[in-house]
Every structure is written in C-alpha cells, then in structure tokens.
Nanobody, 125 residues
C-alpha cells in the first residue's frame, strides 16, 4: 500500500501563496488517482482538487478554480497543490488522498482509501 506525507503548510497573509506537497512511499504515485481535501474546525472534510492516474484529467472545487493547481511529479513520487490568492476561508487542515479505483464521484472522501496525516494552512486577513 502507499503511504502519504503532506508538507508545506503554514501561516500566510491573505493574497499570498503556498505550495503543498504530498510525498508518496511504498508504491509509485503514478499508479493512483490522487486528491486534495481540507477540513476546517467544526466542518466536514471537503473536496479541493483531484488528479486521475493518467494525469490527463484534473478536477477542482468551485472555491479552488482559478486559484489552486494540482500537479504530480511521478519521478519524485510527489503530488502538489499550488495555492495562490489565498483567502481567510481557505484556513483548514489539508489532506492528500490516494485510491486505485475512482468513480465519477471524485469529490467524495469515501472514494479514497489512503490518507496522509494533514498539514495546517492558516490565512490571516
């Protein structure tokens, strides 16, 4: 199975940028569909972005479109989430997730089998 470790979170001012990384080990990242989710205090985990195994299809939550970019570097076995124009409402713990099988419900957390431990992102106003 694949193990996932996120990094790159931190405190940033509104309008700033962060790049989150998700390092995979145990299995090649290229064999998995990947997603980014986030969870703010008192809220349910929500979809941010996803990338199909082939790398050809990517999906974004409406809140992320135009600001966030999901990408993968299979040579480094790493998934990325570039976040620009950050807003205070982006504050959350961000998780990467992996699955071998992914239906059209790529936005549902239960579609993903493997999860990282999360990295905190805080955006100040």
């Amino acid at each position: 199975q694949v193990q996932l470790i996120e990094s790159g979170g931190g405190l940033v001012q509104a309008g700033g940028s962060l790049r989150l990384s998700c390092a995979a080990s145990g299995r090649p990242l290229s064999g998995y569909h990947m997603g980014w989710f986030r969870q703010a205090p008192g809220k349910e985990r929500e979809f941010v972005a996803a990338s199909r195994r082939s790398g050809g299809s990517t999906y974004y939550a409406d809140s992320a479109k135009g600001r966030f970019t999901i990408s993968r570097d299979n040579a480094k076995n790493t998934l990325y989430l570039q976040m620009n124009s950050l807003k205070p409402e982006d504050t959350a713990v961000y998780y990467c997730a992996a699955t071998y099988y992914l239906s059209d419900a790529y936005y549902q957390p239960h579609e993903y089998r493997y999860w990282g431990q999360g990295t905190q992102v805080a955006v100040s106003s």
